[in-house]
């Protein structure tokens, strides 16, 4: 009898020692898309939160091989890490966003653009035309291939600023924000469907419509913005349009938007004027230092977040080579700081840094992923975040 104990004991330990073992290196798919010759690709997982890092090996899957290009694949754990670095024959790329809606990057055109398995690989966009002050200005709306406008199914909005700037490939020579591609790719994975309307603000008059006027501007050169103007055409006539046009939600949950550098701080203005419109904003590399702290507590102290408070996201690199970027990292940090003054719930901000980002698209580009999966989370993680 007390053998046949000691042997079910010892099995009960096996199997928990199994399965210990098995959940520590499970994880979900990743992949990335490259030469056919590469020799050997990593993958560097990391954690903004805790600093743990895990390196792996990917292995190419034959069966991808097409003579030029291939997957190399492995796993990792997007509960753990949040971004990844990739190296590639000794090539290292910069912090690319990784969670369980970008499974994976594709490096094929010689940069990092998120991976996804679709027919869809060239965006495609209507372009409206509005009457805007004394001139006209366009707005790009992308909807997935699958997208039904005789079809009753809804999807979420994200409206971004510097619209000219998200979808072509040659829009700068960094590349684009690749907004469509990240969106395939967290509807693949399960996450919400959306389309995406852009703002175009590449007309001449960008640093006048996308900085407010809140309070005295410490630069000069951006005196007398005409943000409220831009936000009041967004808020009420593109929405409405959109609205009215598409089979898409008009509750403020499923609304949200999103820019960055002087397109980063107009939509943090446009969404925390309007708290009763969106649900969210991502605010990259934002232009907060264009007025002191200061004033934005005095501004942002006059609106009621009792009801609705935005989901705030906040991303800004630090590169020593970008002088810009590291003027809009002081004003970036100390933003956290001035909503927790004002009793801001400190659960809707997060803040993510990267010592090495650069101020350009390639960078909006690799951690854009991120935001979406704070501003749509999955099912399982909506209670929390609203």
Not at 244 to 266: A, Q, W
Request: aromatic share 12%.
């Amino acid at each position: 009898m007390k053998k046949a104990l000691s042997i079910l004991v010892c099995l009960a330990i096996t199997v928990l020692l199994f399965t210990a073992c098995g959940s520590k290196n499970s994880g979900a798919n990743f992949y990335v898309k490259d030469k056919a010759t590469r020799k050997k690709v990593t993958a560097t997982f990391k954690s903004t939160d805790s600093g743990e890092t895990r390196e792996i090996t990917l292995q190419k899957d034959a069966s991808s091989d097409d003579g030029a290009y291939a997957k190399y694949v492995g796993t990792a754990d997007a509960k753990r890490f949040d971004r990844v670095i990739l190296n590639t024959d000794g090539v290292e790329s910069e912090e690319l966003a990784y969670n369980d809606y970008v499974s994976g990057w594709d490096l094929s055109s010689g940069r990092a653009y998120p991976g996804v398995e679709t027919k869809d690989e060239k965006p495609r966009y209507e372009r409206k035309t509005f009457d805007y002050e004394d001139r006209t200005k366009d707005i790009l709306i992308w909807t997935p291939e699958d997208y039904d406008a005789a079809s009753a199914e809804k999807y979420a909005v994200l409206y971004m600023t510097d619209g000219q700037n998200l979808f072509n490939p040659a829009a700068t020579s960094t590349g684009s924000w690749a907004v469509a591609e990240s969106a395939l790719a967290m509807a693949k994975n399960g996450g919400e469907k959306l389309i995406i309307v852009g703002i175009e603000n590449a007309d001449g008059f960008r640093d006048s419509e996308l900085t407010p006027a809140i309070g005295a501007v410490q630069s000069a050169d951006y005196e007398n913005g005409k943000g409220a103007y831009f936000s009041d055409f967004v808020t009420g006539t593109v929405m409405p349009y959109i609205n009215e046009h598409y089979n898409v939600y008009t509750d403020r949950e499923h609304t949200h938007i999103s820019g960055s550098s002087s397109g980063g701080i107009e939509s943090f203005y446009i969404a925390m004027t309007h708290p009763d419109k969106f649900a969210s904003v991502g605010a990259l590399s934002p232009a907060f230092l264009l007025f002191s702290d200061a004033t934005w507590v005095e501004y942002l102290g006059k609106q009621d977040y009792t009801k609705n408070a935005p989901f705030v996201y906040l991303y800004c690199g630090n590169a020593k080579s970008d002088q810009l970027e590291q003027q809009l990292y002081t004003g970036t940090v100390t933003m956290p700081d001035n909503l927790k003054k004002l009793g801001y719930p400190e659960e809707k901000v997060v803040m993510k840094l990267y010592d090495d980002g650069v101020h350009n698209e390639m960078y909006w580009r690799a951690v854009f992923p991120d935001y979406l999966k704070y501003a749509f989370p999955k099912a399982e993680a909506a209670k929390s975040f609203n």
